[in-house]
């Protein structure tokens, strides 16, 4: 980030400054003086003629609300609450643009009756009505609540309501806030002291909780929050800033937690400002050094020297500039370029606690439904799911494709390989979105509900196997002589698919007298793991199927590519032939079997289809072979069509593709590695 100064305004007003306000394309900023609101060119700091409004005569005003968070509240020294709302009209004439400021000013709300200043007040428009807090005395609150019923006919009626609150603090109160939605009223104290009001009940508000929000008990200096009235940002006389955010906790109460303590300023925190289009926000202490931060990540981007301790600070509200004010009025503008400011290390991969969460985590969640939505662009939970579909679809691919070739090369009749090893060839030009439009309509429903068959066939199928073997050998031998050697694979078919049956059919027992006839409650209960349609042990089976051509071919030719002489001496030495497959044959072609399985591996971990189209792309951490998971490939193709060009997802998308890239190039670089080393061990043979 950096920040450009565009020039310094003198003052244009006599009276000192209490906040400050600007316009989206920076050209005319709003003051509030103690006299009332005034407008100025930033060109050349000139009073526009329009748009003016003085407060009531006999009346000054001392204190306002936070400013940037749609209308605000005005504080006067007779103990009224006068809400304003600023906005700024843009026109074209001529093909040049005009902005024309307007002022609405509602009418005064009665918050002392006694007639005390207010100068600590917080305002908030909710959706039942404006509500408005003020300090009217050391450790006394008034909550002024307005509810408006529109009617259909004829005019709606308005109802204000009063209620007092004494806070039991050791401290005087410095500073006060309430969120946009009306539900918490956060109070700071000079002791350092940070309150909770709970506002959901406006017949009775209730204090929560009091928490110390500064070390030492440093008075609070101000409160603010940030896009989204979800995190709360404290600032101390001792120039400490932090986050604070309202969390549930497992019994259901909420509380306050801290989240981030930023890079301390000098001098006391005088002044704040958040940005409007994301979590960003300004400090100034009382030595002029203003800093700009992010929420998210808990870093501080940039600071900056100004002449002097700034009074009011203002965010553009396209976060492209700032604008501080001093004591005389005068107004000192920059530019700011701060393009990615939710990107750091700890973003992309580390855990970062994000709003709303129970604890810090790594999310990716890339876009939302609401303008205050923060982006969550962790991409280790992307990297987890590339790593954890390669690996379940390795557990598949690897072992049928190993020993298939293996039996394949130094078993099956020659006749018989040469017309498998074409199809099975074949079976790699299917194109992986077939394979994926398959998995994703037709295999996860079915193994939906054959789960824990499926689970069982590894089982069944080897004990039917060796059982069907043990019943072959005790038929005698001129039988036996009738299955002519390498051809037995055709009749294991059979034993396989008898298995697959018999596994599904007791797939269905288990289920219904050991789970209560439902696996899904079971494992809910039980084990604690969730059953997602689209799954990894869907992904399993398509990714594998897709994968297993490509290691059978590579290793057959390996194993294929043994010297005949050593399996002849083998077997002249009394080796028998699964001796020699497993002790002369496999070990001579393992550096061509490591090949194909580290191709596979890296055909794996960049498949894209498949993934996109099974697993339901949701971005989890965990091991559950019954959920789903999000890939690095998958993400790439589904978001970067939609991601903004040249914005922060599409560049962190690019970031993912290099780290697909890098991550198969250390995979096929050991694997090279590997591969020659095993080759010079085995080459003298």
């Known amino acids: 980030p950096t920040a450009t100064l565009v020039g310094t305004v003198p003052p244009a007003i006599k009276t000192p400054p209490l906040a400050v306000g600007v316009d989206e394309y920076r050209e005319i ?3 509030v003086t103690s006299a009332g609101i005034r407008f100025v060119s930033l060109q050349d700091g000139s009073l526009l003629e329009t748009g003016h409004w003085e407060v ?25 609450i006068i809400p304003v709302t600023v906005r700024f009209e843009v026109s074209f004439s001529d093909g040049e643009r005009q902005i024309t400021p307007d002022l609405v000013v509602e009418e005064p709300l009665t918050a002392d009756p006694a007639g005390r200043p207010l100068r600590l007040l917080s305002y908030a428009l909710t959706e039942t009505g404006p509500i408005a807090a003020a300090a009217i005395g050391p450790q006394d609150l008034v909550l002024v609540f307005i509810t408006e019923q529109k009617a259909l006919i004829g005019p709606g009626t308005r109802e204000e309501r009063h209620q007092k609150l004494s806070l039991p603090v050791r401290g005087t109160i410095s ?4 969120d946009n939605r009306g539900e918490d009223l956060f109070v700071g104290t000079s002791t350092g002291e940070l309150v909770r009001v709970d506002m959901r009940d406006p017949e009775e508000p209730q204090l929560k909780e009091i928490v110390s929000a500064t070390q030492k008990g440093v008075a609070i200096s101000l409160l603010g929050f940030l896009l989204g009235d979800r995190t709360l940002v404290v600032g101390d006389a001792a120039g400490g800033v932090s986050s604070w955010q309202v969390l549930r906790e497992d019994g259901g109460e909420r509380s306050l937690h801290k989240i981030h303590d930023f890079t301390p300023h000098r001098g006391p925190v005088v002044a704040f400002a958040r940005s409007r289009r994301d979590k960003g926000f300004l400090t100034a202490d009382d030595r002029g050094i203003i800093a700009l931060r992010y929420g998210t990540t808990g870093k501080t981007l940039l600071t900056l020297q100004h002449a002097g301790p700034p009074v009011a600070l203002s965010f553009a509200p396209k976060a492209d500039g700032l604008l501080a004010v001093d004591a005389r009025g005068r107004l000192t503008h920059w530019t700011v370029q701060n393009p990615h400011p939710e990107i750091s290390w700890q973003a992309l991969f580390g855990k970062v606690w994000y709003e709303g969460y129970p604890a810090p985590a790594y999310v990716w969640q890339s876009t939302g439904g609401t303008d205050d939505f923060e982006p969550k662009l962790s991409l280790v939970p992307l990297i987890y799911g590339t790593l954890k579909g390669t690996f379940y679809s390795l557990i598949l691919a690897v072992p049928l494709a190993v020993f298939g070739a293996l039996y394949a090369s130094q078993f099956m009749h ?4 040469g017309m498998i090893k074409p199809v099975i060839e074949i079976m790699a030009a299917l194109p992986s979105v077939v394979l994926g439009l398959i998995a994703g309509l ?31 050998r005790l038929f005698p031998l001129h039988i036996r002589r009738w299955l002519r050697p390498g051809t037995e694979v055709f009749f294991l078919l059979l034993v396989v698919l008898a298995g697959g049956w018999l596994s599904l059919q007791v797939g269905h027992v288990v289920e219904a007298l050991l789970m209560g006839g439902d696996y899904r409650t079971w494992l809910l209960n039980v084990l604690g793991l969730t059953y997602d349609q689209r799954n990894s042990l869907v992904v399993g089976f398509a990714m594998g199927f897709a994968v297993i051509p490509i290691i059978f071919t590579i290793a057959e030719d390996a194993l294929a590519g ?5 399996i002849a001496g083998s077997l002249a030495l009394g080796a028998t032939r699964w001796q020699t497959a497993l002790r002369v044959v496999l070990p001579t072609a393992s550096p061509g079997i490591f090949s194909a399985i580290m191709i596979g591996f890296g055909r794996a971990i960049g498949e894209t289809m498949i993934v996109l189209m099974a697993t339901g792309n949701t971005p989890v951490m965990d091991w559950n072979i ?10 790439i193709a589904v ?4 991601a903004p060009y040249g914005g922060t997802l599409y560049r962190v998308l690019f970031l993912a593709a290099l780290l697909l890239f890098v991550m198969t190039f250390i995979v096929n670089t050991v694997a090279e590695v590997v591969r020659l080393r095993l080759r010079r061990r085995y080459q003298l043979l």
Not at 175 to 178: D, F, G, M, N
Not at 414 to 417: A, I, K, N, Q, Y
């Open 29 to 31: 900023a709003y003051l």
């Open 56 to 80: 009531p005569a006999g009346t000054r005003i001392v204190g306002v609300s936070t400013l940037g968070r749609g209308p605000f509240a005005l504080g006067l020294s007779d103990g009224h």
């Open 175 to 178: 500073a006060l806030i309430l």
């Open 414 to 417: 020659p006749r018989f390989r």
């Open 442 to 472: 037709w295999l996860a429903p079915f193994v939906e509900r054959v789960a824990i068959g499926v689970l069982l066939i590894p089982i069944v199928i080897p004990l039917l196997i060796l059982l069907v073997l043990f019943c072959w």
């Open 562 to 566: 043994v010297p005949p002489h050593l």
């Open 626 to 635: 019954f959920s789903g998971f999000r890939a690095l490939s998958a993400t």
């Open 639 to 642: 978001e970067l069509p939609e």
